[in-house]
């Protein structure tokens, strides 16, 4: 019943079975998604402002916001660990991608959008959080919300983790600094966009130990071209 423009979503089941992790989205309007000019009759936010991870217990039918969350912090895209563990992409790190140094915000991007936000830091991607350009990382933490670690320091952004049968944690990682129109002011269904070769597949242990990348990040299982092959090779 709340008045609040909100969003629940990216909801996961325990292994167990006994509770389910989401997370709900607060923004300040809405806007109805039409791709391609089709009105699909439905309303999407375009920028979120807060996020918090909430944990729904099936047993008693209660749910509850994980609590120890900074304010303002945008957690998303929880996952399960364990029954009592979850993994989830957070900016509450407070820290920005590296930026190129060199020009690499000048001109237009390939949808004519100019590349520079936040003058004069000219920073080449947008964000709706307030704070420019705040990286998303994995952080792990207890369903009581205690113990929070950031697990992936190192990365740029990094989304959408999964949790493998051994423990490992597969992700998107962002290794560029360019508009990749998640959460910006600027993209949505409507506007979608993501720049070529810029996500990577990477993986990590559930320490944030043992780092690698999986696909992309000149690790790619495709061969581009014939010609990198001795003269005659063939295909099997």
Same mark, same amino acid.
């Given at each position: ?28 309007? =809405? ?6 000019? /089709?009105?699909?009759?439905? =309303?999407? /936010?375009?920028?979120?402002?807060? %996020?918090? =991870? ?9 749910? %509850?916001?994980?609590? *120890? ?35 690499? *915000? ?17 920073? @080449? ?25 950031? /697990? ?19 992700? @998107? ?21 993501? %720049?070529? #070769? ?8 559930? #320490? ?5 990348? /999986? ?6 299982? =495709? ?12 295909? %099997?």
């Amino acid at each position: 019943n709340s008045k609040a423009i909100c969003v629940a979503q990216e909801a996961r089941v325990s292994p167990d079975g006994t509770k389910i992790v989401y997370s709900v989205g607060l923004g300040n309007t =809405l806007v109805p998604v039409t791709p391609e000019g /089709i009105d699909l009759g439905i =309303l999407e /936010i375009p920028v979120l402002t807060d %996020a918090q =991870l909430w944990v729904h217990d099936l047993t008693t039918g209660k749910s %509850a916001p994980i609590p *120890h969350r900074p304010p303002q912090a945008i957690d998303r895209q929880p996952e399960w660990l364990s029954n009592d563990k979850i993994v989830f992409a957070s900016n509450r790190g407070n820290t920005y991608p590296f930026k190129f140094p060199w020009g690499a *915000h000048q001109g237009l991007d390939q949808y004519g959008n100019g590349r520079c936000f936040n003058a004069p830091y000219c920073v @080449s991607q947008e964000y709706g959080y307030g704070l420019e350009a705040r990286s998303m990382q994995l952080w792990t933490m207890n369903i009581d919300g205690t113990d929070a670690r950031n /697990i992936t320091p190192h990365e740029n952004n990094a989304l959408a983790p999964a949790v493998m049968t051994n423990g490992d944690i597969v992700y @998107s990682c962002w290794n560029a600094h360019e508009n990749k129109n998640f959460d910006a002011s600027s993209g949505n269904s409507n506007n979608a966009g993501t %720049a070529a #070769n810029k996500w990577w597949l990477c993986r990590t242990d559930g #320490n944030g130990a043992d780092a690698t990348v /999986i696909l992309n990040g000149h690790k790619t299982s =495709l061969i581009k071209t014939h010609e990198w092959l001795p003269h005659g090779t063939t295909g %099997a």
